[in-house]
T-cell receptor, first 112, second 109 residues
């Protein structure tokens, strides 16, 4: 039971490059989330998916797209990376019964 | 607008001393409040939720709707409590979550 897994762990991009961050959970949770964590800003919600086939914007969605591929997987795509997107990205899934979120280990992304 | 405010970025206390991490929120309706903790080299994990009204690892937090606060307290701090603590709020739907900026707690031996 791996919980929430994220790939890659680290990534360096050049401005304008694109990439997809992958997230998967094996807890059969309906809801999944993408956050970014920046110094002094805490965690900010980028996008969430309340169930398979649905996605909604969070607090800071600009510059990102998401895909809820199936119940297990929720990916985050940067189409044209910018230095302002340098951050640590966390994926989470939520247990509906308690509203508790389970977090992945994070992806540290640097955009040069 | 900042929905969750944690005024202390850093907090240091001596082992055995009481500790209080402050959290204030701004939200109309009936939000749910949480405390999450991130120990060194570990994932962010739930510490406690206001709805459950339980004590976890000696920590308690009471929701004060009048003062819109959800402060985290522990009467006797332990070294293993050193970590980053985040206060979080979920909206009425349980879908949108807002986190505070976090408080780094250091317990001095």
């Amino acid at each position: 039971n791996a919980g929430v897994t994220q790939t890659p762990k680290f990534q360096v991009l050049k401005t304008g490059q694109s990439m997809t961050l992958q997230c998967a959970q094996d807890m059969n949770h309906n809801s999944m989330y993408w956050y970014r964590q920046d110094p002094g800003m805490g965690l900010r919600l980028i996008y969430y998916s309340a169930s398979e086939g649905t996605t909604d914007k969070g607090e800071v969605p600009n510059g990102y797209n998401v895909s809820r591929l199936n119940k297990r997987e929720f990916s985050l795509r940067l189409e044209s990376a910018a230095p302002s997107q340098t951050s640590v990205y966390f994926c989470a899934s939520k247990w509906k019964l308690t509203n508790e979120q389970f977090f992945g280990p994070g992806t540290r992304l640097t955009v040069l | 607008a900042q929905r969750v405010t944690q005024p202390e970025k850093l907090l240091s206390v001596f082992k055995g001393a009481p500790v209080e991490l402050k959290c204030n929120y701004s939200y109309s309706g009936s939000p749910e409040l949480f405390w999450y903790v991130q120990y060194s080299r570990q994932r962010l994990q739930l510490l406690l939720r206001h709805i459950s009204r339980e004590s976890i690892k000696g920590f308690t937090a009471d929701l004060n709707k009048g003062e819109t606060s959800f402060h985290l307290k522990k009467p006797f701090a332990q070294e293993e409590d050193s970590a980053m603590y985040y206060c979080a709020l979920s909206d009425n739907t349980g879908n949108q979550f807002y986190f505070g900026t976090g408080t780094s707690l250091t317990v001095i031996p």
